[in-house]
C-alpha cells in the first residue's frame, strides 16, 4: 500500500517539474512561424521526457488503502473508506443517503 502512494507521489513530482517545460515546448510545436527542423528538434526534446512525468501515468489513489478504483477526488479516499467513515461520522455534513 505504501508503495504504491509513494511511487504516485514519485510520478506526481516528476509531472510537476517538467509540466511548464512540457507545455512551452508543445506551444512553440504548434507555431508555424518557427522553421521545421527547429520544431523537429523540440519534438525529440519532448519525446525525451521521462515516461512517468506524463500526466496520464498519474493514478487517483485513496490515501489509506492505496486502492486506485473507486476514489472521490473531494476526500481523496475510496468508496468503501468514504462509507466508513460517514459511518463513523467523521466526514461533516455527509450523511448515508436513505428515501
Not at 502512494?5 to 512553440?28: I, S, Y
Not at 512517468?52 to 487517483?60: F, W
Request: glycine share 4%; net charge positive; charged share 30%.
Amino acid at each position: 500500500m505504501e508503495r504504491r502512494n509513494l511511487k504516485d507521489a514519485q510520478k506526481r513530482a516528476a509531472f510537476a517539474k517538467l509540466e511548464h517545460t512540457r507545455n512551452m515546448l508543445k506551444a512553440l510545436l504548434k507555431d508555424r512561424s518557427i522553421a521545421q527542423n527547429v520544431r523537429f528538434h523540440m519534438s525529440v526534446e519532448l519525446n525525451a521526457f521521462p515516461r512517468k512525468s506524463h500526466q496520464t501515468k498519474m493514478q487517483n489513489r485513496c490515501v489509506q488503502t492505496g486502492r486506485a478504483k473507486g476514489v472521490y477526488r473531494v476526500f481523496k479516499c475510496s468508496r468503501i473508506c468514504v462509507r466508513e467513515l460517514v459511518s463513523m461520522g467523521a466526514l461533516p455534513g455527509v450523511k448515508k443517503a436513505s428515501w
